[in-house]
């Protein structure tokens, strides 16, 4: 069981610590709008990625597996949507970062939900790491709440560093720049997914 365990613990913290779409977020918009108006932007993400769970846990990967099709406009959506962010956070005033512009819980709990790489990262996770009990569902929670602590530590942590960027970068025009490099990283990693 500790084996099974550290396993799981290592695989989360490689596949959820990695930069990909939320870890990204959050790093910008801590940078722009500091930790505690975040809060409810990493809820949403927390929840996006809990319900992507269930979603994954009910067979949603057979389901994409069988149809291609709608794989494919699955990819589409998801990556439309990174472009959409990537546009909106590199023309975000930086001037005056109103409190309009902070994310909600719900973009949030939609940038998960239509996150490829999370379900990616879960499928893995729950295929090749599950927490094994004696029954299917004790183990896919235990499984699930296990990954659910770790990646909440893990995204508090990029928005803090995102928060800790935005005191270091006094200036506007920094906070531009690194606005800039978090739209390309969200491009890339867009551009992958879709490549796939």
């Known amino acids: 069981m500790h084996d099974a365990l550290f396993s799981?613990?290592?695989?989360?913290?490689?596949?959820?610590?990695?930069?990909?779409?939320?870890?990204?977020?959050?790093?910008?918009?801590?940078?722009n709008f500091g930790y505690k108006r975040n809060l409810p932007f990493l809820a949403g993400i927390l929840t996006g990625l809990s319900l992507a769970m269930v979603l994954v846990n009910i067979g949603l990967s057979q389901?994409?597996?069988?149809?291609?099709?709608?794989?494919s406009l699955l990819s589409f959506v998801c990556v439309g949507y990174l472009v959409y962010l990537a546009y909106k956070l590199y023309f975000q005033d930086t001037q005056q970062p109103k409190k309009s512009?902070?994310?909600?819980?719900?973009?949030?709990?939609?940038?998960?939900?239509?996150?490829?790489?999370?379900?990616?990262?879960?499928?893995?996770?729950?295929?090749q790491f599950e927490i094994h009990t004696?029954?299917?569902?004790?183990?896919i929670v235990i499984t699930a709440l296990i990954c659910i602590a770790l990646v909440s530590v893990i995204d508090g942590l990029w928005l803090l560093a995102g928060a800790k960027l935005g005191n270091i970068f006094k200036s506007r025009q920094h906070i531009k720049r690194l606005n800039g490099l978090c739209s390309v990283a969200i491009l890339v990693v867009a551009s992958v997914l879709i490549s796939h």
């Open 63 to 71: 389901l994409l597996a069988s149809s291609p099709r709608l794989s």
């Open 8 to 31: 799981l613990l290592f695989m989360t913290l490689l596949l959820f610590g990695s930069p990909g779409p939320a870890p990204i977020s959050l790093l910008a918009s801590g940078a």
């Open 134 to 139: 004696e029954q299917k569902a004790q183990s």
């Open 101 to 127: 512009l902070i994310p909600s819980f719900s973009q949030g709990v939609l940038l998960n939900l239509i996150n490829p790489k999370a379900y990616a990262s879960l499928i893995t996770l729950f295929s």
